[in-house]
């Protein structure tokens, strides 16, 4: 059984609150989507667990829920697609400043690993392979995820060329 993506179904109907997930606005989201599902104590686990049983009425709160926080957000003077566009930013700054290996490394590490993987899957012999579908299952998502991750970190985010056009109108 595949487990489920909670962040996926929030970004899909909150994308605004999906945004802050992903940045230093995190707790602050997390709390924020625990109240509209009327959890006393919301965590990860709490939050997929309630969302897993949405009702149509749950989904229209955490709607209600993405619009009131990009109100909030603007009378705050935060822009939350910024943040994480200067998160992702800094960290590629960073990288030129101190000329790490380590991120490289890790990206041909990952690129090489899901290459082989999925070759090995689609020309060999899956069956002979002692690993049941589910750690499999496990196993390829989380290389999925290390992979667009990669790719975000080296060509940029979905965010990134809008978020600088719209800088460069202005």
């Known amino acids: 059984m595949m487990e489920f993506d909670w962040k996926k179904l929030i970004g899909s109907v909150a994308p605004t609150?999906?945004?802050?997930l992903g940045g230093p606005l995190a707790g602050y989201a997390v709390r924020e989507i625990g109240t509209a599902l009327g959890?006393?104590?919301?965590?990860?686990s709490t939050i997929s667990t309630a969302l897993q049983n949405a009702t149509p009425e749950t989904l229209l709160r955490i709607k209600e829920l993405?619009?009131?926080f990009a109100l909030k957000m603007e009378q705050m003077g935060i822009d939350v697609k910024k943040l994480e566009f200067e998160d992702t930013s800094g960290a590629r700054a960073m990288l030129i400043q101190t000329r790490a290996r380590t991120p490289a490394i890790l990206s041909y590490f990952i690129v090489v690993s899901i290459t082989a993987l999925y070759a090995y899957l689609i020309m060999g012999d899956y069956n002979a392979l002692s690993i049941s579908d589910l750690v499999l299952g496990r196993i390829l998502g989380t290389l999925d995820t290390a992979f667009a991750v990669v790719l975000a970190f080296w060509l940029g985010s979905a965010h990134r060329e809008p978020y600088q056009a719209a800088q460069r109108k202005e």
Request: charge should be negative.
């Open 17 to 20: 609150i999906a945004t802050a």
């Open 39 to 44: 959890l006393e104590a919301a965590t990860e």
């Open 66 to 68: 993405d619009q009131s």
